[in-house]
Structure formats: structure tokens, C-alpha cells
């Protein structure tokens, strides 16, 4: 969540990142509520001190004065009772319209007014031609019998999948050589959790934002969440703490991921582009505040070394402040050319979320002048595997339905350099 120094002092600021991210929030209704607020924890505050004092005289007076005190007692009494109670009301609809308030821009975020004004500030490769038609990859899969389309819908529900024989060693080798490229640049492994508390869901913002698209898994018995991504349970790791920053914390995370997926129903349907349930392998980064810029430069770069080795086309994009999500001040994401498809599709993305999610989590560092400060955290999505597992079929299939594998990945498929 942003400063709340920062929306009180300089409101025309966040007016203008709420006006350029396309987002419906009355500032103005907040600030009221604000100064409300804040009045009544001073009336609240003066009332328990007159309450403490009165206490204290009551034992002290006689017993023809005691009685008028009492008096005096209820009617402080009543009066704090009645402030307490519109308290907690003001603090509800405070927080309501805190939570929604996005985060600032970096000054080098795209500005537009639509998503379809994101800006490619790089092309890598031209897109793939082949000299006969390319078929898309479910094509090839349903051919090669690498996915099960009757089995899925019957054992779980639409959208979720068996996949089968050589695809599952390309996925395993995919995530074996990502994790492997990403701890030679320092990363630290970590498998989290894929179960977490409302806590979690709160502090990487996904809640009260996104309920709408997680899985809840036995209301008001365990009250946990399938998380949509693993930067939740591996940003949420570090909270309530106060981390030794003399280097970055560094983590790349595998998990399965779970999104209901509820806004985008019979879109890219076909395949597994767009399903419930999917594996990725994300960064997480929490760093001193003055390093997350040049930390969000190296962890896009990672993703696009990851890229070129495997030999995908792809464009860079500087994700416009139409399409960014709250926590992000800046994102880049990636999108691969599938030759199948004709088409340009996201394959990563890394956001720098400043201190979004730090402040919710309560996760500091002491700078060199011992002063406690709130870290910054950021998160890449290195590989969504199927979307990589789609790339690298539509870039490699041949004539003949078969798919050469990425030089790269031949040492994780046990000398398999063609399925």
C-alpha cells in the first residue's frame, strides 16, 4: 500500500497516477474520510484520558461528592462508547478506499491511455517462418498424443488437463534448466507452499482486489487460498521481519498455480494457453530501496537471456500504465512469437512493486544510519511453463509434426534432441 504521508501531502500526485492508470477512485472522498479519522482519534483520545482521570478521583472523594462524579463518569462513559462505535465504522470505510489506492509510476513507465499502448523497446529475432504451413501447437499435441482432451473434463472440470509421454519430460527439462540458469546468477531455490492464509493474499494485494479469480478451499473451516502465482507465499516468507540487506535476497520459486480464470471465459480455449491450473518458475526479489531499479533491469535481463537461449523470438514490452496492476510502479513483460498462432503472446513478466507490499507484510531493513525503512520487493515470472512449453513447439515443430529440441534443453531430456 502507498505512504499514507504521501497521499495527504501531495494529493494531486496520486490524482494523477490514478487518472493515467484508467482507474475509478474518488481521492476526495478518502481525504474526508481521512480527516475524519483522524478527528475522531483525537475526541476518542481526549475522552479516555477525562475517563482515566475520573477513575482515579472516584477512590479519593467523599461520599457526599462521590455520587455526582459518577454521574460525570456516565456520561464520559456514554459519550466514548458512541465515538468508539462511529470509529470503527470511519476505520472500515477507510480502509476500503485505502487498499484500493495504487502505487506511484516510475518516471520511466509507459503512459497511455490503453493497453494496446504498450511500448516494444526491443525485438529479438525475427519472427519464425518455416516453408510449409505451421500448425498451432494443440494441433500437434492432440496428433502426437501428448494431451488427454477426453480425460480431463470427466476426472477434474474444463480447462484443466493431462499432459502426457515426451511433453512431460520437455516440461521437466524446462524447469530444470530455468531453476539451473537462475542459481548461476545467484538465485536461492525455494518450493513454497501453494496453500496460504487471507494474510498472505492481503499482503501481496491480491486481496481485497482479486477474490474473484483464486480458489478458496474450505470456507470458514481452513479459510486457505490456492495461490495464482508464487510470489505470494515466497514474498509473504520474509514478514514481520526486519532482514539483513548487505545483498539482496534473492529466490527462485517453482510452484503449480491456480486462477479461476472467471473474465476470461471460452477465450484461447483451445490448448493450454489459458487454463486453470499451471506451473511457473518465478523470481523474488527484496532489496534496499535505492537498488530496485537497477535489480528490475537485471531480473528482465535474466528473463530475456532465458529466452535467447532457448532461441524464441520475442519483443520487450514496457508495460503502459492502462494495463499495470496496483502494486507495480514499472513492468516489463515478454511476449514470444508463436508461429502457429501468427502472434505475439505473453511468456513472462517482472514488476517492480517499491514498498506495495512490504508495508502490508511489515518487512523492513536498517539503512547505514541504523533507521528502520520498509524494503523493496519485485517478482518475474521467468517461465510460465506451458506458455514456453507452446513457444518452443510452434518455433521448432518440423513438416513432419515432429519438434526439435532447443540445444539448451538436450541435456534434460536425456539426450533427446527430437520428439
Known amino acids: 500500500m502507498l505512504d499514507i504521508k504521501i497521499i495527504r501531502n501531495n494529493p494531486d500526485l496520486v490524482k494523477d497516477v490514478i487518472k493515467k492508470r484508467n482507474l475509478k477512485l474518488d481521492l476526495d472522498a478518502f481525504l474526508e474520510i481521512d480527516r475524519e479519522k483522524l478527528d475522531l482519534i483525537i475526541k476518542v483520545d481526549s475522552y479516555r484520558a477525562i ?16 455520587p455526582a462524579k459518577i454521574a460525570e463518569m456516565k456520561k464520559v462513559w456514554d459519550e466514548l462508547s458512541m465515538l468508539e462505535e462511529k470509529q470503527k465504522e470511519v476505520e472500515e470505510s477507510w480502509k476500503f478506499l485505502y487498499y484500493k489506492i495504487p502505487n506511484l509510476l516510475d518516471e520511466t513507465a509507459a503512459i497511455w491511455d490503453t493497453d494496446e499502448w ?21 494441433e500437434i499435441w492432440e496428433k502426437k498424443g501428448w494431451i488427454d482432451i477426453d480425460k480431463w473434463s470427466e476426472v477434474s472440470w474444463a480447462r484443466f488437463w493431462y499432459l502426457k509421454w515426451d511433453l512431460v519430460l520437455l516440461q521437466f527439462a524446462i524447469i530444470n534448466y530455468v531453476v539451473s540458469k537462475l542459481m548461476s546468477k545467484g538465485f536461492e531455490p525455494i518450493l513454497p507452499p501453494v496453500l496460504v492464509r487471507e494474510q498472505a493474499m492481503f499482503g501481496t494485494w491480491f486481496f481485497p482486489a482479486w477474490e474473484d479469480g483464486i480458489y478458496s478451499v474450505n470456507p470458514g473451516e481452513d479459510d486457505l487460498f490456492l495461490v495464482g502465482t508464487s510470489e505470494v507465499p515466497v514474498t509473504s516468507y520474509h514478514g514481520n521481519e526486519v532482514l539483513d540487506l548487505e545483498k539482496p535476497k534473492m529466490y527462485v520459486a517453482y510452484s503449480p498455480c491456480f486462477r479461476r480464470e472467471a473474465w476470461s471465459a471460452w477465450k484461447d480455449t483451445r490448448g493450454i494457453l489459458r487454463w486453470h491450473q499451471f506451473d511457473k518458475v518465478e523470481m523474488v526479489v527484496f532489496c534496499k530501496n535505492d537498488e530496485s531499479k537497477a535489480m528490475h533491469d537485471f531480473m528482465v535481463w535474466v528473463e530475456e537471456e532465458v529466452r535467447q537461449s532457448l532461441g524464441i523470438p520475442y519483443n520487450k514490452m514496457n508495460i503502459c500504465s492502462w494495463d499495470l496492476w496496483n502494486p507495480a510502479m514499472k513492468k516489463y513483460d515478454l511476449e514470444a512469437w508463436m508461429p502457429g498462432q501468427q502472434k505475439f503472446r505473453e511468456v513472462t513478466s ?14 523492513k531493513y536498517k539503512d547505514s544510519n541504523w533507521d528502520l525503512q520498509y524494503v523493496h520487493t519485485l517478482n518475474g515470472t521467468v517461465s510460465a511453463i506451458w506458455r514456453c512449453l507452446i513457444a518452443i513447439i510452434e518455433n521448432y515443430q518440423t513438416v513432419d509434426w515432429d519438434v526439435i529440441i532447443p540445444e539448451v534443453l538436450v541435456p534434460f531430456m536425456w539426450g533427446k534432441k527430437i520428439i
Open 350 to 363: 517482472c514488476s517492480n512493486v517499491w514498498e506495495y507490499q512490504s508495508r502490508r507484510l511489515w518487512i
Open 118 to 138: 504498450n511500448t516494444i523497446e526491443k525485438t529479438f529475432w525475427e519472427p519464425t517462418k518455416f516453408d510449409f504451413k505451421a500448425k498451432e501447437h494443440w
Open 51 to 66: 475517563k482515566n482521570k475520573v477513575s482515579k478521583e472516584i477512590p479519593t472523594l467523599s461520599n457526599e461528592e462521590r
